[in-house]
Nanobody, 124 residues
């Protein structure tokens, strides 16, 4: 599966961005999908994911209520709607697909496929 992320950019604090991840083949019913982010010198950090086993969405504590992950099964895309952005959200964002259990959905080592990063920069 090839993943292509897009939608990053520069936005002021309090603004919004929508990231999109296009998959080369169907992921619905096959893979859990997630967004991670990474800043220089730090480990890749879970942001949000949709578990394949129960179709539920999961979020990191720091983005709950601000970010929304969704998938369009007909288009094989996964989106991340980001609102009320903060300067600390600045990072490269990566989409991923894999077969983690629900308890492991935040573990990046359990994902097989990764998109290239898309940079999100939030200015204060």
């Amino acid at each position: 599966v090839q993943l292509q992320a897009s939608g990053g950019g520069l936005v002021q604090a309090g603004g919004s961005l929508r990231l999109s991840c296009a998959a080369s083949e169907r992921t619905a019913g096959r893979y859990s999908v997630a967004w991670f982010r990474q800043t220089p010198g730090k480990e890749r950090e879970f942001v949000a994911g949709i578990a394949n086993s129960n179709s539920r969405s999961y979020y990191a504590d720091g983005v709950k209520g601000r970010f929304t992950i969704s998938r369009d099964n007909a288009k094989n895309t996964v989106s991340l709607e980001m609102n009320s952005l903060k300067p600390e959200d600045t990072a490269s964002f990566y989409c991923a697909a894999g077969r983690p259990t629900v308890s492991g959905i935040s573990n990046p080592t359990l994902y097989y496929y990764w998109g290239q990063g898309t940079q999100v920069t939030v200015s204060s």
